[in-house]
């Protein structure tokens, strides 16, 4: 049997991860992942997130359509999402996942349009990239980012040392955005990173269902 499943992801000041993966345990989410990164370095950018503290905790959790929504309602309640520098959650839908529950959206509903008013845009790129990521990001009007620590295997992105075969690490530059700016600041970033060029990064947008914490 097919369940429409959304993704939640909360990004909060480093030590919060594991209270978020407790309130959602105990509304019916059975795990989840904790990422480790940082949030934009100069202030002029953090108020698009509203977070004091550089170092973030990324959580991504994987839960039934109304149990996502009564997560995200539960923790802006409890960790104050609604005040500056407590941090933002929002979640995105699921279109098909396998490992866990079987989830796709059913065909007949594939026709179906929801408003949706903001979108999240992913940048993978080199280790020491990600600011020039955020920074082509501010000229088209975003506001912040985090940054999240990663490990890249793609064909342009091996090297050798001492003839060994090494994997650069990589850096994903997470931004949720309003969908009227959304092409001006992809199109900032792919043009100041040469993201078209082999071996420069790749990016992609996923649409945002419902949020909490942003302003």
Do not use: W
């Not at 082509?136 to 975003?142: N, S, V, W």
């Not at 955005?177 to 043009?191: H, Q, V, Y």
């Not at 649409?207 to 302003?215: A, C, F, I, N, P």
Request: with cysteine.
């Amino acid at each position: 049997m097919e369940t429409c499943l959304e993704l939640v992801c909360v990004i909060v000041d480093a030590g919060c991860a594991s209270r978020v993966l407790s309130i959602s345990k105990e509304i019916g989410v059975t795990g989840g992942t904790i990422f480790y990164g940082s949030g934009t370095a100069r202030s002029r950018l953090l108020d698009f997130f509203e977070l004091s503290s550089v170092r973030r905790e990324i959580v991504l959790m994987a839960a039934r359509e109304e149990v996502a929504k009564e997560v995200l309602e539960t923790l802006g309640k409890k960790l104050n999402l609604h005040k500056k520098y407590h941090g933002i959650a929002f979640t995105m839908p699921i279109r098909a996942m396998y490992g866990s529950v079987s989830c796709r959206v059913p065909k007949e509903e594939e026709g179906e349009e929801e408003i949706m008013t903001h979108s999240s845009i992913f940048t993978i790129v080199d280790k020491g990239k990600a600011e020039a990521v955020i920074e082509a990001a501010a000229k088209a009007g975003a506001r912040g980012g985090t940054i999240i620590n990663a490990r890249g295997s793609g064909i342009h992105e091996t090297e050798k040392l001492f003839h060994m075969e090494i994997e650069p690490e990589k850096e994903v530059v997470l931004i949720v955005a309003k969908n009227e700016n959304l092409d001006p600041i992809i199109e900032s970033i792919r043009t100041e990173l040469k993201l078209d060029e082999p071996g420069n990064g790749i990016l992609f947008v996923q649409d945002v269902k419902r949020t909490y914490g942003l302003r």
